[in-house]
Structure formats: structure tokens, C-alpha cells
T-cell receptor, first 114, second 110 residues
Framework: DGGITQSPKYLFRKEGQNVTLSCEQN?????MYWYRQDPGQGLRLIYYSQIVNDFQKGDIAEGYSVSREKKESFPLTVTSAQKNPTAFYLCASTRNQGAGYGYTFGSGTRLTVV | AQRVTQPEKLLSVFKGAPVELKCNYS??????LFWYVQYSRQRLQLLLR??SRESIKGFTADLNKGETSFHLKKPFAQEEDSAMYYC????????????FGTGTLLAVQP
């Protein structure tokens, strides 16, 4: 059953803590993306990676970090530098064959700062 | 800079009525546009893309470069069409990045 798996589904973070959100895909997709979804703001791009060991900042990368050590995995770390981390985080992937192919999305992780 | 605008937060129609979800874009290059849908308790999924010129679940969308629009249409709404709909624009060439609109919640009343 191919797809993207995000874990955990819910995550609670204390002030000053770093937390890592997992994203794994078995679709053999080259490119992976992290988006943040806030009410009334649509989805905003945090980081993306087109190949292993390479990634680029998106529009709102401050306070976040990523790694791409394996093609299947693209974890996102929300650091203590992120001032407003409470949000819904979505991971997506696609083939590197032009944007016309479209994305496959994970089911998301809801992060709450307590 | 590129931008996608969905002017309606909520669109409520009765079953059997026509539906049009509006999407306007701003982009200096050649646009590639998509509609994504999120049904209740399901993940965001691709509905259709303009490059395919396809009809999915009775929905169609035509790219109008003159009006910079990519409205989603369906002649007869069904209750199962109730969902959140997002319009998206691909930018950044080979990077496959997407910019999304803020979404429109379609509610189809019985």
C-alpha cells in the first residue's frame, strides 16, 4: 500500500523544546515538501528537497530544520527558535517530472505548544 | 510575486444546483494550476490539474489566461461533494513548488 506516513498524529511541545516530525514515503518519489497550515492562511511552504542530501528553504523556514539522508524520509524539526509553532503540518511528495504531476500528501501532524 | 486567491471562504448550495468555486492567480510565467480537495477526516488529495484537461467526479476547470482564473465547476452538486477545496499554482520551474489559496469550504445542502 503506497503512500506517505506522517507521525505522530498529535504532538505537544513545551516552551523551549525541539521536536521532530516524521515523514516517510514508499512511492519512490524524488521530491518532498513540508507545509504549514494555519486557519484562514492556506498552506505555506517551509522546506523542500528534490534529491537526497539536498534541501532548500521555503517561504517560512525560520525556526525549522530538515534533513534528507534517505530518499524515503524527510523529517522536520521544529526548534525553540520558532516563535509560533502551533499549527497543522503537512508533508508531501512528487516525482521530479514537472509540476504537472501533482503532490501526494500525508495525513498531517498537529503540533501544540503547551 | 506569485499569488493564488480564493475569494470565498464558504460556498453553500443545494443538492442539484450548479457549483462554481473561484480561483484567480498572479504569475509572470506560464501557469500550471491544480485543484486539491480535502473531505472530512481524509487527507488532502489532488482533484484535477489543468494540464490534463480532465473531468474528475463531474468537476471541470478551465484555465483563462486573459482573466487569470481557474474556476472549478460542476453542473449538479451532490452531498458527497461537501469538502474543503484548494486551488494551487506551480512555480519555481523544476522545483515543483506549489503555492496554495486559502481554500473554500463547499457545503451541499440536501
Amino acid at each position: 500500500d503506497g503512500g506517505i506516513t506522517q507521525s505522530p498524529k498529535y504532538l505537544f511541545r513545551k516552551e523551549g523544546q525541539n521536536v521532530t516530525l516524521s515523514c516517510e514515503q514508499n512511492l519512490n518519489h524524488d521530491a518532498m515538501y513540508w507545509y504549514r497550515q494555519d486557519p484562514g492562511q492556506g498552506l505555506r511552504l517551509i522546506y523542500y528537497s528534490q534529491i537526497v542530501n539536498d534541501f532548500q528553504k521555503g517561504d517560512i523556514a525560520e525556526g525549522y530544520s530538515v534533513s534528507r539522508e534517505k530518499k524515503e524520509s524527510f523529517p522536520l524539526t521544529v526548534t525553540s527558535a520558532q516563535k509560533n509553532p502551533t499549527a497543522f503540518y503537512l508533508c508531501a511528495s512528487t516525482r521530479n517530472q514537472g509540476a504537472g504531476y501533482g503532490y501526494t500528501f500525508g495525513s498531517g501532524t498537529r503540533l501544540t505548544v503547551v | 510575486a506569485q499569488r493564488v486567491t480564493q475569494p470565498e471562504k464558504l460556498l453553500s448550495v443545494f443538492k442539484g444546483a450548479p457549483v462554481e468555486l473561484k480561483c484567480n492567480y498572479s504569475y509572470s510565467g506560464s501557469p500550471e494550476l491544480f485543484w486539491y480537495v480535502q473531505y472530512s477526516r481524509q487527507r488532502l488529495q489532488l482533484l484535477l490539474r489543468h494540464i490534463s484537461r480532465e473531468s474528475i467526479k463531474g468537476f471541470t476547470a478551465d484555465l483563462n489566461k486573459g482573466e487569470t482564473s481557474f474556476h472549478l465547476k460542476k453542473p449538479f452538486a451532490q452531498e458527497e461533494d461537501s469538502a474543503m477545496y484548494y486551488c494551487a499554482l506551480a512555480y519555481g520551474g523544476a522545483t515543483n513548488k506549489l503555492i496554495f489559496g486559502t481554500g473554500t469550504l463547499l457545503a451541499v445542502q440536501p
